[in-house]
C-alpha cells in the first residue's frame, strides 16, 4: 500500500502565486487533515474532512482552501502565496477518526 | 478546543529512562496519541490510550488518567536512534478533530 502521498515534496514560490498541494490516500479512509509545521513547533491543523464533500476550519485557515470531491483525495490550494505561509505541509488520514492518523512525507514550503 | 502542553526538551544518557509529560484541557475529550517524529521526516504513530491506565508496547509505555487531564510517554532502554520529537495529540469528542501539542525534544547521549 503506498498509503498517504503528498507532491510535490519541495515547491518554491514567489509572493503573490498561487498553487495547490496534492494529497491522495489509498486506505479508504473517510477522514483527512492537512496541517503546517513550522520550524520547531508542532502541528497546526488547517482544514480537516469527514467524509467526502465535507470539509472544516482548523486552527490556521486563512490564506488556505480545500476541496473533497473524492474519499481519495484532499487538496490544499494557496491562493496569493505570502512569507508567513513557508512552512512544512502534512496531509493525514483516518479510520471514521478513531484510528491513528497516518501521514505523507510532507511538502516542503518556500515563499520568497 | 484544545488546549496541549508538554516540556520542549528533555535530555537522557543511553540506556536510561525518560518520561514525557503531556497535560490537555479539552471541551470533549476521545482519545490521546503520541506519535514520534525524526528531524525532517513525518510523524509515526507510537501509541493510543482512551481509557485511564497504562498501555504498554515494547519499549514505550503511554499512561492517560482523564480526570487529571494527563498523560505520559515512558520511554526505556533508550537508545540513540530514539532522539526525536514526541508529539502528544488529543482527538476531540464533538468533531474528532486531531490537536497536537509543540512537541517534547528528546536527545539521548552516550
Known amino acids: 500500500n503506498a498509503g498517504v502521498t503528498q507532491t510535490p515534496k519541495f515547491r518554491i514560490l514567489k509572493i503573490g502565486q498561487s498553487m495547490t498541494l496534492q494529497c491522495t490516500q489509498d486506505m479508504n479512509h473517510n477522514y483527512m487533515y492537512w496541517y503546517r509545521q513550522d520550524p520547531g513547533m508542532g502541528l497546526k491543523l488547517i482544514y480537516y474532512s469527514v467524509g467526502a464533500g465535507i470539509t472544516d476550519k482548523g486552527e490556521v485557515p486563512n490564506g488556505y482552501n480545500v476541496s473533497r470531491s473524492t474519499t481519495e483525495d484532499f487538496p490544499l490550494r494557496l491562493e496569493l502565496a505570502a512569507p508567513s505561509q513557508t512552512s512544512v505541509y502534512f496531509c493525514?488520514?483516518?479510520?471514521?477518526?478513531?484510528?491513528?492518523?497516518?501521514f505523507g512525507q510532507g511538502t516542503r514550503l518556500t515563499v520568497v | 478546543g484544545q488546549n496541549i502542553d508538554q516540556p520542549t526538551e528533555m535530555t537522557a544518557t543511553e540506556g536510561a529512562i525518560v518520561q514525557i509529560n503531556c497535560t490537555y484541557q479539552t471541551s470533549g475529550f476521545n482519545g490521546l496519541f503520541w506519535y514520534q517524529q525524526h528531524a525532517g521526516e513525518a510523524p509515526t504513530f507510537l501509541s493510543y490510550?482512551?481509557?485511564?491506565g497504562l498501555e504498554e508496547k515494547g519499549r514505550f509505555s503511554s499512561f492517560l488518567s482523564r480526570s487529571k487531564g494527563y498523560s505520559y510517554l515512558l520511554l526505556k532502554e533508550l537508545q540513540m536512534k530514539d532522539s526525536a520529537s514526541y508529539l502528544c495529540a488529543v482527538r476531540d469528542r464533538t468533531d474528532y478533530k486531531l490537536s497536537f501539542g509543540a512537541g517534547t525534544t528528546v536527545t539521548v547521549r552516550a
Open positions: 490510550n482512551v481509557l485511564d
Open positions: 493525514a488520514s483516518s479510520y471514521e477518526g478513531i484510528t491513528e492518523a497516518f
